[in-house]
């Protein structure tokens, strides 16, 4: 499975394997479009490989999104410098080659910070851990990745119909 060919996940805890396993057919039956369904039963271990499956191409778009904001950040740190070169040469007199260096590396480091967060995917780490909880508890879940927003809201009717009054989804 691609992580990002189905970047929408939904999680539903039930309480019991009978209702989880009612999610699962209801969902199976029912003509969602493009979504993969992965059910965890407590005690399973491979929370995280159900979540963001495709481990590789999460490390890639995270190097990618680096890259790309310290790109940006060294841009935008050479244009300050530029600016500030013009405006206040008297900062650059002392230190012509360092004083630019440094606000274009400040740039950078800002740029690549940013570029890392963003690829980092901070949802699925709290998605994460929300499930590996219910799973100690002992509930079951059930994931759904979903390939569009529209797929989302599709699985996110089913799993409605499907919840027992007493339990919770995310």
């Keep these: 499975?691609?992580?990002e060919r189905y970047p929408y996940k939904i999680a539903a805890v039930y309480?019991?394997?009978a209702a989880a396993e009612a999610a699962v057919h209801d969902l199976n039956i029912t003509d969602?479009?493009?979504?993969?369904?992965?059910?965890?039963e407590p005690g399973t271990n491979q929370v995280d490989?159900?979540?963001e499956p495709e481990r590789e191409q999460t490390r890639d778009t995270v190097v990618n999104?680096?890259?790309t904001g310290s790109v940006v950040g060294t841009a935008a740190?050479?244009?300050l410098t530029g600016a500030a070169a013009l405006g206040a040469p008297a900062l650059f007199v002392s230190a012509p080659v360092v004083g630019p260096l440094v606000m274009i590396g400040y740039g950078a480091m800002i740029g690549g910070t940013a570029g890392?967060?963003?690829g980092l995917k901070l949802h699925e780490n709290m998605l994460s851990g929300l499930v590996k909880d219910a799973l100690k508890e002992g509930y079951h879940v059930v994931i759904i990745h979903a390939?569009?927003?529209e797929g989302q809201q599709r699985v996110q009717d089913v799993i409605n119909t499907t919840m027992p009054e007493d339990t919770a989804h995310t």
Excluded: F, H, Q, Y
């Excluded at 969602?32 to 965890?40: A, N, P, T």
């Design 49 to 51: 490989l159900a979540i």
């Design 116 to 118: 890392a967060i963003r």
């Design 77 to 79: 740190g050479a244009v």
């Design 15 to 17: 309480p019991d394997n």
């Design 147 to 149: 390939a569009t927003e």
């Design 32 to 40: 969602l479009g493009d979504v993969e369904v992965v059910r965890l």
């Design 65 to 67: 999104d680096t890259v």
């Design 1 to 3: 499975m691609n992580s």
